[in-house]
């Protein structure tokens, strides 16, 4: 009799790339007259993954993340995975903003993967193992089906498809 086949749902982002993202950010807005005399920046929190863009007011915080989203998007940093807050102000010539890096499936989304599962009715069993979905079938075309599936809903959140046996 043949093992069963498994996969893992995953939702990783590699913070080198937005390193590299913020990076390609900060040498666009040294160079634009727009930013002029703003004191413009990005701070990566890498413990915490936060981004926080600091700048003189609202809309140049907002101009600014306009460029990180940019910026990351070229370097194929899945825009799903990148949660921003809002704008605030913290006196008269200061705004910060908070972007929320996600790392790893929330609960309630992997609870939302699990019953899309299994209202599929196909031949599998799914799982939540902390931040990760692992989905287990005997047939390969079954798991491939659970993909597609997957691919074709929008749960709000980036997913990759990893440790596929």
């Known amino acids: ?13 590699d913070l080198q ?3 590299n993202g913020i990076n390609n950010a900060e ?3 040294l160079n634009r007259y727009d930013f002029r005399d703003s004191n413009t920046s990005f701070d990566l929190k890498k ?6 863009i600091n700048s003189a007011d609202n809309f140049r915080v907002q101009s600014a993340l306009d460029v990180l989203l940019s910026k ?3 370097r194929n940093v899945p825009l799903k995975a990148l949660t921003a807050g809002d704008p605030v102000e ?15 499936i929330p609960q309630e989304k992997a609870k939302d993967i699990v019953k899309a599962i299994k209202d599929s009715k ?11 979905v692992r989905v287990t079938g005997k047939s390969k075309d079954d798991l491939q089906a659970v993909m597609a599936l997957l691919k074709a809903k929008d749960f709000g959140i980036d997913m990759q498809f990893t440790n596929y046996r």
């Open 1 to 13: 009799m043949p093992a069963d086949s498994s996969f893992d749902i995953v939702s990783k982002v």
């Open 17 to 19: 790339e937005v390193l």
């Open 27 to 29: 040498k666009e807005i």
């Open 47 to 52: 413990e915490e993954r936060e981004i926080m």
């Open 72 to 74: 990351m998007a070229k």
């Open 90 to 104: 913290l006196s008269l010539k200061h705004a910060q903003l908070k972007v929320t890096i996600q790392d790893g």
């Open 122 to 132: 196909l031949k599998v069993q799914a799982s939540i193992q902390k931040d990760v």
